[in-house]
T-cell receptor
Framework: AQRVTQPEKLLSVFKGAPVELKCNYS??????LFWYVQYSRQRLQLLLR??SRESIKGFTADLNKGETSFHLKKPFAQEEDSAMYYC??????????FGTGTSLTVIP | GAGVSQTPSNKVTEKGKYVELRCDPI?????LYWYRQSLGQGPEFLIY????????DSGLPNDRFFAVRPEGSVSTLKIQRTERGDSAVYLC?????????????FGPGTRLTVL
């Protein structure tokens, strides 16, 4: 079965420091990978998806098929990046599998 | 325009009761998803609609759970004989349904508490 693993439930970094949120998945084919974010008192929303190969709010994520990883990175964390981050995967577009999430706190 | 809306925002019920949770997707979105999110967990897929039909209901945990979308717009998630383990936030999301892997737009969720 497809599975998404986010090993860190909590992550704290200082403002201006680099941040990396880890995501590993188990699927042997070619899934579509996403990062969703939930800011305090807001809805879950798309941050970025690997097929777009875009950078949103300074975040990037590279799909590494050899390591089956899709880690989210930002070179300089900002206080407004504090939020809950979920990695997600789909194969068919029908079912989406989400990780358990990482709560990021950026310390001023 | 208006986003995805869900009603009620909170629902408290007693064990064994029947509940209905409603989702209003973004107008024109043909794809609609229901998820369940338990405390400390990520959203768990329940069911996916494309138009009026349930294209994939493999995530429904058992036959107490059922969902409909009779006119291809509003959807209702129905839970019979509720159990305490059904307590969770139920999320609805919609997308245009045109492209694989497109953005899903989430509603605010319904927090269900079964006493």
């Amino acid at each position: 079965a497809q599975r998404v693993t986010q090993p860190e439930k909590l992550l704290s970094v200082f403002k201006g420091a680099p941040v990396e949120l880890k995501c590993n998945y188990s699927y042997s084919g070619s899934p579509e990978l996403f990062w969703y974010v939930q800011y305090s008192r807001q809805r879950l929303q798309l941050l970025l998806r690997h097929i777009s190969r875009e950078s949103i709010k300074g975040f990037t994520a590279d799909l590494n098929k050899g390591e089956t990883s899709f880690h989210l990175k930002k070179p300089f964390a900002q206080e407004e990046d504090s939020a809950m981050y979920y990695c997600a995967l789909t194969v068919t577009g029908n079912q989406f599998y989400f990780g358990t999430g990482t709560s990021l706190t950026v310390i001023p | 325009g208006a986003g995805v809306s869900q009603t009620p925002s909170n629902k408290v019920t007693e064990k064994g009761k029947y509940v209905e949770l409603r989702c209003d997707p973004i107008s024109g979105h043909t794809a609609l998803y229901w998820y369940r999110q338990s405390l400390g967990q990520g959203p768990e897929f329940l069911i996916y609609f494309q138009g009026t039909g349930a294209a994939d209901d493999s995530g429904l945990p058992n036959d107490r759970f059922f969902a409909v979308r009779p006119e291809g717009s509003v959807s209702t998630l129905k839970i019979q004989r509720t159990e305490r383990g059904d307590s969770a936030v139920y999320l609805c999301a919609s997308s245009s349904g045109l492209v694989l892997g497109e953005e899903q737009f989430f509603g605010p969720g319904t927090r269900l508490t079964v006493l």
